[in-house]
C-alpha cells in the first residue's frame, strides 16, 4: 500500500482514478477497516491537503460544507449551528472529542454506516451531494445517492454537501447505550416550516432502523398541515413506531426498536425548540411495559 | 491545595506509583523491550468444542522471519491452572472453548509473527457444545475432562444447611419463590495482556508480566516447561488493571516456552479481541431462591440453588462458588437454610475471579426476594430488612455467631433519610 | 515513505510503513511508550494525543495523516519538579489508579485547558469523555481537571 497527499482537487481526482486507490477522509472508519482487512487498497490518496473540501461557506441561497469539514470542525461553525440545527446536534452526539476532531461528514457518507449520525440530519435538511469525476461536477439529492449500491462509481469524488439556506426549524435525537462513544442504536432527525401555528414542508429520517438511513414520505405527509400543539408530538410518536416496525420486520431488535422510536422522535421534536414537546412521556414508558408484570 | 500531604494517621499520602504514570514513564509490559527480541503470536481455535485431527505447519515455518512454530509436543508438562491443571498451554487434540490457544508462532517483527499464524492450518472435527450448565451437569452430558474431573461436570458441590427447612416452612405465612439470572461479564482491564519472556545473564528464565500473583505464575511456568523454581524469576511490571482477570494464566508460560526454545527474547501483546480469549470471565449464576417469613415479616426459612457456569477450565470456581453458598443468605438472620451451590464445567469461556468473587452475583438474588416479600407483607422494603438484619449475636447459615463489629443496622438507619418514601408498592 | 514530523518540539525524520499508525510510530519508532494501545478501535483514548492542538487516538492516525504534523505525547508535557499542571493535579486529586488511561487523560485536560483555561463542569465532562478508565475513578479525575484550571488561572 502507499500513500499520497494532493494538495488540489485536480491532482486528487487524477489519483483516485487509478484502480485500487482509495480516498482517505479522516479514517476513522476506513484504517479499521484496512487493518480487519475488511477492504484492501493499493494506495490511499488523503484528502486533508485540499483547502476547498475543508471549507463551510454560506452564500446566496445554500450552506456548502466541505467532504473534509470535520464533526468538530462543523461543531464550530455559528451558521452551521443555526441553520442546520439537525446535523450539529447529530455532530455534537457523535464519537467521542477526539473521534469528532478527525471524522469527516464526507466520510460518514462514504463508509455510510447504517448508524451513521449525519445521514439522517442531512437527509431532513435535503442536502444535495456534490460528486466530482472526469466527465465533471454533479449535484444529486442525497436521498437519491442513498438508494444507490455503490453509492457512486469508482473514480468519482465525494466534494461535498449543499444545503438550503432558511428552509425552517430541524432537530435531532439519538439512542446510544451510553452518552459518549455510542453507536446510534436509533436516531432520528425532523424538520419543518411553521405556517400560522401549523407543520409544511415536514420532512423525517430515521437511522440504525435497516440498512442505511432513510427519509419517511409517509410520516411526512401524514404531519404535514397539523396544529404543532402536543397532539402533533403524539401522533408523530405514534406514526414512527409503525415505521420503524416495517422497516425492521423480523430483525431481533424490532420489538425493542419499535417502542423505543416513540422517544426518539419526541426528543428530536423537543430539540426543536417552538414545537409543543408534550410532556407525556410517562405515557410511553407504561404503553412499553405492558406485560412486564 | 490546603491539606498537608503526608504526615501519618490522618495525613495525606501521594502514591508513590502516581508519579510515574503522571509522566507516563511507569512501565507497563508491552513498554519494555530488549536487544533482539522476537515476537509470538498464539493461533486460537474458532470452535468451542472440537477434536484436532492434524495440524499443517510447513507454510508457516516457511513464512518470512519464522524462527519458530511450537505445538503441544514442546511443551513438558502441558497444564496450568490455580487449583487443577486442567488447561493447556497449548491444546494437544481436544479444545474446551473459543480462544484455547493451539499453536504458537515466533517471527522476528509482529508483523511477521502474525502473518505466518495466519498460515497455520488446523483440521478441526466440530463437537456438539456444552453451553447450557443445567444441560452440562447432568448425568448422561458427555465429560468434559474425564482425566482430570472424573466422570461429572460437577466441578464442585457445596451444601450449607442449618436447622431444619419442614420446620421453617411450617411456620412460614408468606412464600416468594423466585429464578433468577446473572450474566457473563468481562473485566475489560485496560491494559490488554504482554509480557516480555527473557533468558538472562545466569541461564535464568525471566518473566515481565502485568499479573496479579507473580509467585503462583513462576510455579506454573516452572512446572509447565519442566524448571526449578529458582530457575524462574517473574517480574510484575505495572498493572493496568485487573479486577481478578490476571489470577490465572495468559500468556506467561507460552512467552516462556518461546523463549526458552529459542533463547531469544520473546514479546508478546495481545490485541483487545485475544485479551477477550485470553483470560477469565464473571460467573453466570442460576439462582432458584425459595423464601418464606411470618405475617409479622421475621423470615423463617430459605433454600437455594446456585449453578455456576464454570466454562470451560475450572480456574476457581469452588472457591467463587463456595462464596456465593455462603453469602447465599445476604446479611439476614434465618434460622433454616438449605442452600445447595454447584460449579459445571461448560464449554463456555472459562471463568474465574472478578470482583466480589462469587459474593455480587447472590445479591440481585436475595435483595430481590426481601422486595417481594416486603410486597406481600405490606411493609416497606426497608422495614422488612431492619427487621432480619445480622446483628451482634446473630448465627449465619453456615454457623457462625457475629461477635462484634456488625454495622447493618447503623447503615440502615442512616441510609433512611436517603430513601424518600419507599413502600411495598 | 519518508515523513517528518514535530514530536514534543523536535522535528524528526523517519522511514516508516504506509500502514503503521502514529501510535506505532510513536511506540516502536521513538520509544514513546508512554501512549498506550487498550483497544486499537479509538474506544477507550489510551492512546489519545495532541496533533496541532487537537486530541486525537493515535491508534487511528495512519503514518502518512501525521507527515507534516506536530505531535504532543505525555512525555512532552512535564518533568520531576516541573509538573504540567493538569499532571500536578492528577497527582494530588488522588486520580491515578492504575494508570494505563492517565496519559491519555492528561492530555485530553491539558487539550481542553490551552482551549478555554475556565471551563465549566460539563464541558470538562464532554472534553474528557473519549477516555475510559475501567478502575472507574472518573470522580477524582474530573476534580482534578477542575483543581488544574484552578491552577492555570493564577
Given at each position: ?6 494538495q ?43 483547502a ?14 466541505g ?9 464550530n ?15 455534537s ?12 461528514l ?22 444535495q ?19 444507490r449500491?455503490p ?21 435531532f ?71 420503524i416496525?416495517?422497516a ?17 422522535v419526541?426528543?428530536a ?25 | ?6 504526615g501519618?494517621?490522618g ?40 477434536r ?14 519464522v ?7 514442546d ?22 472453548m ?32 456444552l ?8 448425568e448422561?452430558?458427555p ?14 458441590h ?17 412464600t ?14 485496560l ?45 510484575t ?22 523463549a526458552?526454545?529459542?533463547q ?25 431462591y425459595?423464601?418464606?417469613a ?26 467463587i ?11 439476614y ?34 435483595e ?14 426497608w422495614?422488612v ?8 449475636g446473630?448465627?449465619t ?14 447503615c ?14 | ?46 492512546c ?50 492504575c494508570?494505563?488511561?492517565?496519559p ?12 478555554n ?24 479525575i ?13
Amino acid at each position: 500500500m502507499y500513500y499520497i497527499r494532493p494538495q488540489t482537487l485536480a491532482k486528487a481526482l487524477e489519483a483516485g482514478e487509478e484502480p485500487g486507490m482509495l480516498y482517505l477522509a479522516g479514517g476513522t472508519d476506513l484504517i479499521l477497516k484496512l487493518r480487519r482487512r475488511e477492504v484492501q487498497a493499493r494506495g490511499l490518496v488523503d484528502l486533508q491537503a485540499v483547502a476547498e473540501l475543508r471549507q463551510i461557506r454560506a452564500g446566496g441561497d445554500w450552506l456548502e460544507i466541505g467532504a473534509m469539514v470535520s464533526f468538530a470542525d462543523l461543531l464550530n461553525n455559528d451558521t452551521a449551528a443555526q441553520e442546520a440545527r439537525a446535523l450539529w446536534l447529530a455532530c455534537s452526539s457523535m464519537g467521542a472529542p477526539q473521534i469528532r476532531n478527525q471524522a469527516t461528514l464526507g466520510g460518514n457518507l462514504a463508509n455510510c454506516s447504517p448508524a451513521a449520525d449525519s445521514l439522517p440530519a442531512l437527509l431532513v435538511l435535503q442536502a444535495q451531494v456534490r460528486l466530482l469525476s472526469r466527465s465533471g461536477e454533479v449535484l444529486l439529492p442525497l436521498a437519491e445517492v442513498l438508494g444507490r449500491t455503490p453509492l457512486w462509481q469508482p473514480g468519482t469524488l465525494l466534494a461535498g454537501f449543499r444545503l438550503p439556506l432558511r428552509a425552517g426549524v430541524s432537530g435531532f435525537a439519538k439512542l446510544g447505550r451510553r452518552q459518549a462513544l455510542a453507536i446510534a442504536r436509533l436516531s432520528a432527525a425532523v424538520a419543518l416550516r411553521e405556517e400560522n401555528g401549523r407543520a409544511c414542508g415536514v420532512r423525517v429520517a430515521f437511522g440504525a432502523a435497516g440498512k442505511r438511513a432513510f427519509l419517511s414520505l409517509d410520516l411526512a405527509e401524514e404531519l404535514n398541515g397539523l396544529v404543532l400543539d402536543r397532539g402533533f408530538t403524539e401522533l408523530a410518536c405514534r406514526q414512527a413506531k409503525k415505521v420503524i416496525s416495517r422497516a425492521l420486520g423480523e430483525r431481533a431488535s424490532a420489538p425493542y426498536k419499535k417502542e423505543a422510536v416513540a422517544g426518539v422522535v419526541r426528543e428530536a421534536l423537543r430539540t426543536m425548540e417552538f414545537v409543543t414537546s408534550g410532556e407525556h412521556a410517562d405515557v410511553d414508558r407504561k404503553g412499553g411495559r405492558g406485560n412486564e408484570d | 491545595m490546603n491539606d498537608v500531604i503526608g504526615g501519618t494517621v490522618g495525613g495525606r499520602v501521594l502514591r508513590e506509583d502516581a508519579w510515574g504514570k503522571v509522566l507516563g514513564q511507569a512501565a507497563f509490559p508491552a513498554d519494555v523491550r530488549r536487544e533482539g527480541q522476537i515476537y509470538a503470536v498464539a493461533v486460537r481455535s474458532p470452535h468451542a468444542h472440537a477434536r484436532i485431527r492434524g495440524l499443517r505447519l510447513d507454510e508457516a515455518r516457511k513464512a518470512e522471519g519464522v524462527v519458530a512454530v511450537l505445538t503441544s509436543a514442546d511443551v513438558p508438562h502441558n497444564g496450568h491452572g490455580v487449583l487443577y491443571r486442567d488447561q493447556p498451554v497449548l491444546v494437544a487434540d481436544h479444545v474446551r472453548m473459543a480462544g484455547d490457544p493451539v499453536v504458537l508462532v515466533g517471527a522476528e517483527t509482529p508483523a511477521q509473527a502474525r502473518a505466518a499464524a495466519g498460515r497455520v492450518e488446523v483440521d478441526y472435527e466440530v463437537l456438539p457444545g456444552l453451553f447450557d450448565p443445567e444441560e452440562a451437569m447432568k448425568e448422561e452430558a458427555p465429560a468434559l475432562h474425564p482425566e482430570i474431573h472424573g466422570g461429572s461436570n460437577i466441578v464442585y458441590h457445596l451444601p450449607v444447611y442449618k436447622g431444619d427447612t419442614a420446620k421453617g416452612w411450617a411456620e412460614a405465612e408468606v412464600t416468594v419463590e423466585r429464578d433468577y439470572q446473572t450474566q457473563m461479564l468481562d473485566h475489560a482491564f485496560l491494559q490488554p495482556e504482554a509480557v516480555l519472556a527473557y533468558v538472562d545473564e545466569r541461564g535464568h528464565l525471566v518473566v515481565e508480566v502485568a499479573t496479579q500473583y507473580a509467585h503462583y505464575d513462576r510455579g506454573e511456568i516452572a512446572h509447565a516447561l519442566g524448571l526449578k523454581f529458582n530457575q524462574v524469576r517473574v517480574r510484575t511490571r505495572s498493572v493496568g488493571g485487573a479486577f481478578g482477570g490476571r489470577e490465572d494464566i495468559s500468556l506467561q508460560i507460552m512467552a516462556a516456552l518461546m523463549a526458552w526454545h529459542t533463547q531469544r527474547p520473546v514479546k508478546m501483546e495481545n490485541t483487545r479481541e485475544e485479551s477477550f480469549y485470553s483470560h477469565s470471565k464473571r460467573h453466570p449464576m442460576r439462582m432458584h431462591y425459595k423464601t418464606g417469613a411470618t405475617r409479622a415479616g421475621k423470615l423463617t426459612v430459605m433454600e437455594a440453588r446456585i449453578v455456576g457456569d464454570a466454562g470451560a477450565y475450572a480456574s476457581w470456581s469452588p472457591n467463587i462458588l463456595r462464596k456465593a453458598a455462603i453469602h447465599a443468605t445476604g446479611p439476614y438472620e434465618i434460622p433454616h437454610v438449605r442452600v445447595d451451590a454447584y460449579a459445571v464445567l461448560t464449554n463456555n469461556p472459562y471463568t474465574g475471579a472478578m470482583r466480589g468473587f462469587g459474593a455480587a452475583q447472590p445479591v440481585l438474588a436475595y435483595e430481590s426476594q426481601m422486595d417481594l416479600l416486603a410486597r406481600e407483607l405490606g411493609l416497606s422494603p426497608w422495614e422488612v430488612r431492619l427487621r432480619n438484619i445480622y446483628r451482634a449475636g446473630s448465627e449465619t447459615a453456615t454457623g457462625q455467631v457475629l461477635s462484634g463489629s456488625v454495622g447493618m443496622e447503623e447503615c440502615l438507619k442512616a441510609v433512611k433519610s436517603y430513601l424518600g418514601e419507599v413502600s411495598g408498592r | 515513505m519518508k515523513i517528518e514530523l514535530k514530536v514534543n518540539g523536535v522535528d524528526r525524520r523517519l522511514e516508516v510503513e504506509p500502514e503503521e499508525r502514529l501510535l506505532d510510530i510513536l511506540r516502536e519508532r521513538l520509544h514513546l511508550t508512554g501512549t498506550k494501545e487498550g483497544c486499537g478501535e479509538g474506544e477507550c483514548g489510551a492512546c489519545t494525543v495532541i496533533m496541532d492542538g487537537k486530541t486525537v487516538n493515535s491508534c487511528m492516525v495512519l503514518a502518512g495523516q501525521a507527515d507534516g504534523h506536530a505531535v504532543t505525547t505525555i512525555e512532552g508535557l512535564g518533568k520531576r519538579g516541573s509538573l504540567h499542571p493538569v499532571q500536578k493535579a492528577f497527582l494530588e486529586e488522588g486520580a491515578v489508579q492504575c494508570g494505563f488511561c492517565t496519559p491519555g487523560m492528561v492530555l485530553s485536560a491539558k487539550a481542553l485547558l490551552d482551549r478555554n483555561p475556565h471551563p465549566g463542569k460539563e464541558e470538562i465532562a464532554v472534553a474528557m469523555s473519549g477516555n475510559l478508565c475501567r478502575c472507574t475513578g472518573y470522580d477524582r479525575i474530573l476534580k482534578a481537571v477542575e483543581r488544574a484550571a484552578g491552577e492555570v488561572e493564577q
